[in-house]
């Protein structure tokens, strides 16, 4: 199993066996990518090495934030990333330490729980007063966005490409709820496969081989269709999924690419737009200079997709996503979090403050193909 | 107990005389317990009258003035399959009323499962599920959101009975749903009854729905009793009388019992008029009913009900999601009408051509895209696929849950397309070198020859497997392969000395195939008249199969020609079933 699967809560391709990292070259500069050569054990070659049409689509069926957990060698959870534990001041916590009700008064619903409502939707970046636990050590997934080796950067789980950008996983790495095994990693990538307005579509188009091709164009689309389970319970490829061209317009963005060794390298970097929804609430987030390593198999899509994450918007689907329980649970203190993200952050100054709106962060992604179909005109797409 | 090729009389309606009674008090419970009593009475007074002296000397008499060649076919008194049920409930009370109901299976008959309605039997628990479907029916029909449309008339007061609405209703029902009229005083003890069970209930409808329960699982809704008569026509012979010969049309044609206007058009003796019984059928062919009597044929003919029980093992066919099953019948209906009354075209060519239509799941197994819902689709031509036999409902259905059998499809296609008879294997048959074969043996040809050497195996594969083979570039769920286990596949084979090398090929050679016609003709006519095609009507079918050619191998004109053919409406005496199966077997060779 490649190590960034089983640093995720739920496995579910079972048709790709994953058994290494990968690493390639994008321009100058080494990257590490999680996905591992599919195309070796994918399924019976039902599709050729030169798709029809030159095109081949995958729907994403995960989605999720790449998180290095390190590993001893029985695969048990050793924590080394987090020397000083996980975090553990979540929002119960907090709550508790604010509001400790040691002098009998009779505190109102305004001075506690609006309190923190308000401390959660309208965060700061002033001081916590809370310790914070950073993700450290060395290793992380992810991309080198800038084509740099900084002294904040880290080095893929195999030592042998430096400069990950990922300071999202700094943020995050040592909260429960962004690790293996918690309840909110589990309700996200179930709601990215159940919820239609998740449903994101990754068009290749100008494929001359799935092995080798110096140009490809690479575009997202948000689908209107649901994903198609097997009888075993797995993805199903080969389904058919309409592109939304009304709703989804905010979702469609180009990129030019090619193929090395089987795997999509994007070399124009570009700003995406992800739909997410869990529970009942949609929101989106923004991701700038979004670069792709995916691993095409003929059947199933498997890599990282890295870039600066907005942090606005992140943290607000963020917030808007899990219940008060699985925050509570999973030790999410969202106040907490966003003073960290915003101290973090390491591209797209605000012109006028200076500071960075954005952090470096990837994720890890599989999908499944499917024929996308462009509908010939908008009233087409309204049926 | 089984129904066996009853000559059977009209049905009284025994109930009272027999003990059974109507209702003796006006709960909903007792009056279920009568309807079903009057069921099973009614049943075992047929098949006492089948066997009664007074009909023993009616069929001699028959026989007596019947010349042995005559044609015809025996009357019947057949059970109503589910979807006739279905069809019958629904074009009177809408489509909106929800039956989910699947009667006891058919017995298939010398190939058709049609012929088994007239060799059916009724257990205790068919008779519950007529009674539980009746609820649910009637309860629907009595609904709040249904009774505005679908009564004539309100109550003047909805908490207690009103005998001319509750009459006027029940009228209308019955002119429908029964399959012989009955006599005023029945309808009129009916309103009677929901009468009392409205003051019983104080609820006008719930005592409607108490009658319309019991009405519904009648055996006057369930049974068709055909009646014969003395055919003024043709002189010292016997035919349908007019109730039974709208009976036997709308069922061939429509599958739903006649209509009120084809009932009265049948009273007034229009049947019987040549020129006006040629308008019927005529506008019963026009009619969009027709389709539904077109799919309930093919789905009949094609053996298409074994789909609802099929099963692949999920390990090896992961692609065979559930629904599949019902998505590939769904496909080869929609096909066949399509080809066949919408397009009109030659019945030969539905095994060649491409045009189909396809839903998401089945666009899955079948490796191409289509949108949401049935929509129209034509087969490119890198699918190979052409013909409805490389569909998946005849490749999965006549496939194992883990492999794919090129012997079963043989079969199914000579026993169901070409109506020859391929005799089942001997028991003592080794079949190892097929279920635990050499794993050298990469393809099913290979296997297949391994287990021909036995000598006592060969002359049945040597008739299946030519044409099964030539399926075998679809595994067991219908998906193509290019290969199997890295082996080339060679679907070459030989149908009727013709010779094939591809699907697109084999496609051809049945097209050219006369038994591919002769048998569709063989089994509209046994579908028609509900049982085997007797040797007295061959040369029936002989004209029938000219008539056919003569069209262009169109299907409406051959139903036209059935319907017509004096053959469908006279009747000739029963002939021991033995005989039957033994002429059947005979000719399927």
Redesign the interface.
């Known amino acids: 199993m490649n190590a960034l699967k089983t640093a995720l809560p739920k496995a579910s391709l079972g048709c790709v066996a994953l058994t290494s990292l990968f690493v390639a070259l994008v321009g100058n500069s080494l990257v590490a990518i999680s996905a591992e050569p599919a195309a070796a054990t994918d399924s019976p070659p039902?599709v050729p090495v030169v798709p029809p049409g030159k095109t081949i689509s995958y729907a994403l069926t995960e989605r999720i934030e790449a998180i290095y957990q390190a590993k001893d060698k029985d695969g048990k959870d050793t924590k080394e990333e987090c020397p000083l534990g996980l975090y553990e001041n979540g929002p119960r916590e907090q709550f508790a330490a604010t509001f400790p009700q040691t002098d009998g008064k009779q505190l109102k619903f305004t001075e506690t729980a609006l309190q923190r409502e308000a401390d959660v939707w309208w965060p700061d970046t002033q001081p916590d007063k809370f310790p914070f636990r950073e993700a450290g050590g060395k290793f992380s997934y992810g991309l080198n966005l800038d084509g740099k080796v900084k002294p904040s950067d880290f080095t893929s789980p195999d030592g042998k490409v430096k400069g990950v950008d990922n300071q999202f996983y700094r943020a995050v790495g040592c909260i429960p709820s962004y690790r293996e095994g918690s309840s909110q990693r589990l309700f996200y990538e179930e709601y990215i496969e159940l919820k239609q307005f998740n449903r994101t579509i990754i068009e290749i188009t100008g494929v001359d081989s799935l092995v080798n091709d110096d140009d490809v164009t690479v575009t997202t689309y948000r689908g209107l269709?649901p994903l198609?389970?097997?009888?075993?319970g797995?993805f199903?490829?080969?389904?058919?999924q309409?592109a939304d061209m009304v709703w989804g317009k905010a979702f469609i963005s180009k990129s030019a690419g090619k193929i090395v060794n089987g795997v999509l390298i994007t070399t124009k970097a570009n700003d995406f737009v992800w739909p997410n929804e869990n529970h009942t609430d949609a929101a989106v987030e923004q991701m700038h200079d979004t670069q792709f390593q995916l691993h095409l198999g003929q059947d199933y899509v498997e890599g990282v997709i890295a870039g600066y994450l907005d942090i606005e918007s992140g943290y607000r689907a963020m917030i808007k996503r899990y219940g008060s329980h699985q925050i509570s649970y999973g030790r999410l203190a969202a106040p907490s979090l966003y003073k960290v993200l915003r101290r973090l952050a390491d591209a797209y100054p605000d012109p006028q403050t200076g500071h960075n709106t954005a952090i470096s962060s990837a994720l890890a992604v599989s999908g499944v193909r499917v024929?996308l179909?462009h509908p010939e005109n908008t009233a087409a797409n309204r049926k | 107990m089984q129904l066996t090729n009853l000559s059977s009389g009209h049905l009284q309606m025994p109930m009272q005389s027999l003990g059974c009674g109507f209702i003796k008090r006006t709960t909903g419970l007792s009056f279920l317990r009568g309807a079903l009593c009057a069921l099973s009475v009614i049943v075992v007074g047929a098949i006492f009258q089948g066997a009664s002296a007074a009909d023993a000397a009616k069929t001699t008499a028959i026989q007596a003035v019947a010349p042995p060649n005559d044609i015809g076919a025996t009357k019947r008194l057949r059970l109503l399959t589910t979807q006739q049920y279905v069809n019958t409930i629904q074009y009177f009370f809408g489509s909106d009323i929800k039956i989910e109901v699947k009667f006891a299976p058919l017995m298939r008959t010398n190939g058709m499962l049609m012929a088994g309605t007239s060799v059916a039997g009724i257990s205790d628990a068919q008779i519950e599920t007529y009674q539980k479907i009746s609820n649910l029916v009637a309860a629907q029909v009595v609904d709040a959101d249904h009774r505005g449309t679908l009564f004539p008339c309100k109550p003047q007061n909805a908490k207690a009975a009103d005998l001319a609405c509750a009459r006027k209703f029940l009228a209308r029902v019955i002119d429908y749903m029964y399959f012989v009229p009955p006599p005023t005083k029945h309808i009129d003890n009916m309103a009677v009854q929901a009468g009392m069970a409205a003051d019983s209930l104080h609820d006008f409808y719930g005592g409607i729905q108490v009658v319309l329960e019991s009405l519904l699982l009648s055996p006057n809704v369930l049974l068709v009793v055909e009646a014969d008569e003395p055919d003024p026509l043709h002189p010292g012979k016997m035919r349908l009388d007019a109730y039974s010969q709208a009976s036997r049309l709308s069922l061939f044609l429509w599958d739903a019992a006649p209509d009120p206007a084809l009932r009265a058009l049948a009273k007034r003796g229009d049947l019987f008029d040549p020129k006006k019984r040629a308008r019927i059928v005529d506008s019963m062919i026009a009619s969009a009913r027709l389709e539904s009597g077109v799919r309930a044929f093919f789905d009949d003919m094609f053996g298409l009900e074994g789909l609802e029980t099929l099963s692949?093992d999920?390990?090896v066919?992961?692609?065979?999601?559930?629904g599949l099953a019902s998505e590939a019948r769904e496909q080869t209906l929609r096909t066949v009408v399509d080809h066949l009354l919408t397009k009109n075209r030659d019945y030969r060519d539905l095994f060649t051509s491409r045009e189909t239509f396809i839903s998401?799941?089945l666009?899955?197994l079948y490796?191409?895209?289509?949108?949401?819902g049935w929509r129209a689709f034509t087969f490119p031509l890198d699918a190979h696929r052409a013909g409805i036999l490389t569909q998946a409902s005849f490749l999965a259905m006549n496939s194992h849950a883990t492999r794919s059998s090129p012997t079963l499809r043989g079969k199914a296609l000579r026993e169901l397309i070409f109506c020859q008879k391929v005799p089942p294997p001997p028991p003592n048959v080794d079949f190892s070198a097929v279920e635990n074969p050499d794993p050298k043996l990469k393809t099913a040809r290979q296997r297949l020859t391994a287990h021909s050497q036995n000598p006592a195996c060969a002359g049945c594969h040597r008739i299946t497997d030519p044409i099964g083979l030539a399926l075998e570039n679809f595994d067991g769920a219908g998906r193509y392969r290019p290969n199997e286990k890295g082996a080339d596949i060679d679907v070459s084979g030989i149908v009727d000395g013709k010779k094939f090398s591809d699907i697109e090929g084999m496609g051809e050679a049945l097209q050219s195939s006369p038994a591919l016609p002769a048998c569709l003709v063989r089994r509209a006519y046994s579908y028609a008249t509900a049982g085997s095609v007797p040797a007295s009507s061959e040369p029936v079918v002989g004209e029938l199969n000219k008539k056919f050619a003569t069209d262009g191998y169109r299907l409406s004109p051959l139903l036209r020609a059935i319907a017509l053919h004096d053959s469908f409406s006279m009747v000739v005496p029963p002939k021991p079933v033995a005989d039957e199966k033994d002429r059947s077997v005979a000719s399927a060779h």
């Open positions: 039902a269709d198609a389970k097997d009888a075993m797995h199903q490829p080969g389904t058919t309409r024929y179909v | 692949k999920a390990a066919y992961p692609y065979f999601i559930s998401p799941g666009a899955s490796g191409v895209q289509a949108l949401p």
